[in-house]
């Protein structure tokens, strides 16, 4: 029934810090999988489809040999049509989805702002939340005490924080989402579509939180529709199309070379930035 | 124009810490500096097992998850409520009750000596281990977002499920003391068995709810059949009867059940004011291994594919 290999972080310290090779470097990476096309799989249904013989699995290939390196401090754009692997790409940096073929090295505590966000359980609270995601993360019950103060004063929500999540706006998860994200203290930070949360107000200052974070040598790998913010973010730009790398280099250019692919055109605001 | 990366020369597998003392090094160093760089490397694996030391590190590691994740559901769940932490005590009294009532009435109100405290006793029992299955379940579903968002060993959602049911299962040792007592049944050295006892069925039920919620990721249906599935095991478990009231013709359940060792132990010890037998013990232990390792394989193989299944 498996078709994805599983990985392991393998965590080796002690490695000489000022020989570091890039932050994240990611060889021929391909990933497979397979995902059930039922929405609500059950065991009823198997044993229906059994005697038919047929087979409600699909498998996809999300991710086709791409190679490629960020080296710590800069800011990587991702780009791309929908369904092109940016997400699966991400989830695989972080350790979420393993490789299938191929071999990701990661250098650096990683965060992740990935596109559903903090907060797994609307029953609790955004405290607890932040809380239980931090744990599960590998941090000290100490760690995040000290974080959490940073983290609700960042986001803004005041007495929202002791409420149950599914009293929050869309808006507020994602604030709250950003903000444990940027708090963390990450060497690299994987955000995927998630800058046009908030007012225009919160939006400018996780512009700035991102930017600081770029120069204290952080690296940022980041998805991104807006290409104004890859514009003013981004170092270098990659971009993906049905799973393979087409192309990694300036911004400027990979920016044009997308648009145009795109059909649309250089000054086409209403399709190239977040609304 | 298109700029390839040009350094691919192929890492040696070699560079990967596979001595354990530099392992157990890195990790103790890596708990020092906490915040420094770590350096991950993520490759396919052959036999769709993770390295189980660097994986069991893991999970120790982030063992306060597992705590917080219990003691926050366990307040979710009963201390917002009406009459709050009183149901742990006042649920697990009312199943004794109903219990007891209906096997009074089909057994026409002769019972056996001690019945009652054997049926508390070993209901109480059955009930941390059905509880923590049944809650286990949708351990891993639940985690939604937190599976689909955060690279961590999955196998602390069951456990963490399975923590919080042995809170639960504690105050109703505590009942069960008061029923002891007042049975006026055997206090001695023997009862420290119970700690080995309960530490086996934990294990069993740890394994279960390992099987149980994987089993669920692919199958949504796994939930609802099991408090039916567990209902049943129970009546093929010496929880309303004695061992010995099992006529002849049905005995084969007890020798397929795997519980039947843990409950024929914790009575033997409670009602019978005996030390378990050896054997019931090897085979507690030996169910209980088969269970952690064939639960724990089956959830640890499948969990990397969870974040694409949910």
């Known amino acids: 029934m498996s078709s994805l290999s599983a990985s392991e972080p393998t965590t080796a310290v002690g490695q000489d810090v000022h020989d570091r090779g890039p932050a994240v470097r990611v060889e021929d990476l391909s990933i497979t999988y397979r995902t059930n ?157 998630a800058l046009s949360v908030g007012d225009a107000r919160f939006k400018r200052k996780s512009l700035r939180r991102m930017r600081k974070l770029c120069d204290r040598a952080g690296t940022i790998l980041i998805v991104s529709h807006g290409m104004q913010t890859l514009r003013d973010l981004c170092t270098r730009v990659a971009w993906m199309h049905q799973g393979q790398l087409m192309m990694v280099g300036e911004t400027e250019e990979v920016i044009d070379a997308y648009s145009e692919f795109l059909e649309v055109g250089k000054n086409d605001t209403a399709s190239l930035e977040d609304l | 124009m298109t700029s390839k990366p040009t350094n691919l020369r192929p890492v040696e597998s070699g560079t990967l810490p596979s001595d354990p003392v530099e392992d157990a090094v890195a990790a103790s160093e890596k708990g020092r500096r906490e915040f420094n760089p770590e350096r991950h490397v993520y490759e396919p694996h052959r036999v769709g097992l993770p390295p189980m030391g660097a994986y069991l590190r893991e999970v120790w590691r982030r063992r306060s998850f597992a705590y917080e994740m219990s003691r926050t559901t366990l307040r979710a769940q009963h201390f917002k409520t009406g009459l709050g932490q ?43 281990y059905s509880g ?25 959602l069951p456990l963490s499920s399975v923590l919080t049911a042995f809170k639960r299962f504690l105050p109703t ?69 004695f061992v010995e009231d099992v006529p002849d013709r049905y005995h084969w359940l007890l020798d397929i059940n795997p519980l039947t060792p843990f409950f024929g132990a914790w009575s ?31 959830f640890i193989s499948r969990e990397r594919e969870f974040a694409v299944r949910l």
């Open chain 1, 37 to 193: 096309y039922e929405a609500n799989p059950t065991l009823r249904s198997a044993l229906g489809r059994m005697g038919r013989s047929t087979r409600a699995v699909r498998e996809i290939h999300a991710v086709k040999n791409v190679s490629f390196e960020v080296p710590h401090g800069e800011v990587m754009g991702l780009v791309g049509a929908n369904g092109a692997g940016k997400s699966t790409l991400m989830r695989s940096v972080a350790g979420i989805l393993p490789p299938t073929s191929g071999r990701i090295e990661v250098d650096g505590r990683v965060s992740t702002l990935l596109a559903l966000g903090v907060g797994f359980n609307r029953n609790l609270s955004g405290r607890e939340n932040v809380i239980l995601g931090g744990l599960a993360a590998g941090l000290h019950k100490s760690q995040l005490k000290e974080k959490y103060d940073e983290i609700a004063k960042f986001a803004e929500l005041g007495d929202f924080m002791d409420l149950p999540m599914r009293t929050y706006s869309s808006g507020m998860y994602g604030r709250l989402a950003f903000s444990v994200a940027v708090n963390m203290d990450p060497d690299i930070l994987l955000v995927d579509e």
């Open chain 2, 86 to 128: 009183l149901w742990l005590v006042l649920n697990p009294l009312l199943l004794c009750a109903v219990y007891f009532m209906l096997v009074d009435i089909v057994r026409h109100g002769n019972r056996p000596p001690n019945y009652f405290a054997h049926l508390v006793a070993a209901l109480f029992f059955y009930h941390y």
């Open chain 2, 132 to 156: 923590a299955v049944n809650q286990s379940a949708r351990s891993v579903i639940g985690g939604g977002r937190l599976v689909l968002n955060t690279a961590f060993p999955r196998t602390l």
């Open chain 2, 173 to 241: 040792l505590l009942i069960y003391a008061v029923v002891h007592v007042a049975s006026g049944l055997p206090i001695g050295l023997h009862l420290i068995m119970a700690i080995p006892v309960i530490l086996l069925l934990t294990a069993f039920t740890a394994g279960m709810a390992m099987l149980v919620s994987a089993a669920q990721v692919y199958f949504r249906d796994v939930a609802s059949f099991l408090p039916y599935i567990l209902r049943i095991w129970m009546y093929a478990t010496p929880v309303l009867y």
């Open chain 2, 268 to 298: 033997d010890m409670l009602d019978l004011g005996l030390w378990p037998s050896a054997t019931d013990l090897l085979w507690a232990l030996g169910s209980a291994t088969v269970a952690v390792v064939v639960g724990g394989l089956f």
